[in-house]
């Protein structure tokens, strides 16, 4: 069933673009992770433009946000100020993230920063999961008890200046420092089409020191707006959003989705953190060596 890009410029077997959409959308399911940072480089692998593929993902991911924003706002785990602060920064990155992609794009460059971007971030992130489940597992091994992280923000979040109450996220300290984290989530977004969640929810957490049960639904919140002005951003400046491969993946991660919530449910927590730990740092490995990998023929021919 091929389908024409007009984005993209080329054609795709429709059924195999909804079949990526829903192994993000199981992996989201199972891993409770927004899912787009592995969206963009599957999408490459399938031989989408990294620059398609990263406008396009930022819109899938806006999409797939707006239920689990719903579910959490229902709930009363949205921190609406500490939302505000952190969408505004976003906004602003992903003003920066414009100028920065353009430039990119001018010297012929924006393919290979995306591609080391990504081997970059999802082998750090794939090494530190790694690293944290196979402690954890360790320890459940051996019957030893694992010292529970005290809850505060780091010290230089302490010493900025003009502090503000975050009273659902429990916090007193100085909006600057969510606005940083905001803009620096909005210029990953907008060079690499991912929601940021991923970077969001540990630093909301270990820098911010918010309560655990406001960090998921703030950070979807945040998401949901930030992945909605970048979509609209790509759309008026580097026309690389093709809607029509961002609605095939929507149709596969909602789908995925709710099959991944339910496998979830049967296999414990620790397992599934290196399990996915163990797929990013393959992604990750599979970008590196098609930045260094060099083709038999760098150019083909192929008559239809």
């Known amino acids: 069933m091929d389908l024409y890009l007009p984005?993209?410029?080329?054609?795709?077997?429709?059924?195999?673009?909804i079949g990526l959409g829903g192994v993000v959308g199981l992996l989201s399911g199972m891993f409770g992770v927004g899912g787009g940072f592995l969206t963009t480089p599957l999408l490459i692998f399938y031989g989408i433009p990294p620059t398609v593929a990263a406008a396009s993902a930022a819109s899938q991911v806006t999409g797939a946000s707006v239920s689990g924003v719903v579910t959490h706002m229902s709930r009363g785990t949205v921190d609406f100020r500490m939302g505000g602060v952190l969408i505004a920064g976003g906004?602003?990155?992903?003003?920066?993230?414009?100028?920065?992609?353009?430039?990119?794009?001018?010297?012929?460059?924006?393919?290979?920063?995306?591609?080391?971007?990504?081997?970059?971030?999802?082998?750090?992130?794939?090494?530190?999961?790694?690293?944290?489940?196979?402690?954890?597992?360790?320890?459940?091994k051996t019957g030893k008890r694992i010292q529970a992280r005290k809850r505060r923000h780091h010290p230089l979040v302490a010493a900025l200046p003009l502090r503000w109450r975050f009273y659902r996220s429990g916090l007193y300290i100085s909006p600057l420092a969510p606005l940083l984290l905001g803009?620096?989530?909005?210029?990953?977004?907008?060079?690499?089409?991912?929601?940021?969640?991923?970077?969001?929810?540990?630093?909301?957490?270990?820098?911010?020191?918010?309560?655990?049960?406001?960090v998921v639904g703030t950070s979807l919140f945040q998401i949901l707006f930030v992945?909605?002005?970048?979509?609209?951003?790509?759309?008026?400046?580097?026309?690389?959003?093709?809607?029509?491969?961002?609605?095939?993946?929507l149709i596969g991660s909602v789908t995925g989705a709710q099959?991944?919530?339910?496998?979830?449910?049967?296999?414990?927590?620790?397992?599934?953190?290196i399990l996915l730990a163990f797929i990013v740092l393959l992604v990750a490995a599979r970008m590196a060596l098609g930045l260094g990998w060099r083709p038999d023929e760098i150019y083909t021919i192929e008559l239809r």
């Open 91 to 140: 906004v602003v990155g992903a003003g920066l993230g414009v100028l920065i992609f353009r430039l990119l794009q001018k010297v012929g460059q924006i393919d290979t920063v995306i591609g080391i971007l990504y081997v970059l971030m999802l082998g750090g992130i794939g090494g530190l999961m790694a690293k944290e489940s196979i402690q954890t597992l360790v320890a459940l």
């Open 7 to 17: 984005i993209a410029n080329l054609s795709v077997n429709a059924l195999v673009i």
């Open 259 to 273: 099959i991944g919530t339910r496998i979830s449910m049967s296999i414990r927590p620790e397992y599934l953190r």
């Open 227 to 249: 992945t909605m002005a970048t979509t609209m951003m790509h759309a008026m400046t580097t026309k690389a959003v093709d809607l029509v491969l961002a609605l095939l993946l």
């Open 183 to 214: 803009m620096a989530t909005g210029i990953l977004t907008m060079l690499l089409g991912v929601g940021g969640g991923f970077i969001l929810v540990p630093a909301m957490l270990y820098l911010l020191g918010m309560t655990t049960q406001s």
